[in-house]
């Protein structure tokens, strides 16, 4: 799955009520980053992309698309270092719902 791929699963996952206000930022390390903006209408996700994100995911793209497909629990990645988080946990919370349902 590419980059445009993911932020487009991203964006239409994130898109359902109740919207996420927020940005976050999807870091895989050497495969690129992922900004998802919901404080704009519509809400974007774009691969590459920079801001102020208010919660940043750190993990391996391959990590992330177990997330997606329901292989990987973000749970077990995150007790086992495979996942890294910075700001609010509480986005971190909204988002993990989020993407177990992608």
Known sequence: M???EIAERIRAK???????????????EEDGTILYNGTVSPATATAGGIG???????CT?????????GTKSPD??????QL???????????LKERLEDA
């Open 84 to 94: 890294k988080i910075e700001g609010s946990i509480g986005l971190a919370m909204v």
């Open 52 to 58: 102020e994100a208010k919660t940043t995911l750190r």
């Open 2 to 4: 590419t980059l445009d």
């Open 76 to 81: 077990i990645a995150y007790m086992m270092g």
């Open 61 to 69: 793209r391959e990590t992330f698309e177990g997330f997606m497909n």
């Open 14 to 28: 994130f898109e359902a009520a109740p919207k996420i206000e927020a940005m976050v930022m999807f870091d895989f």
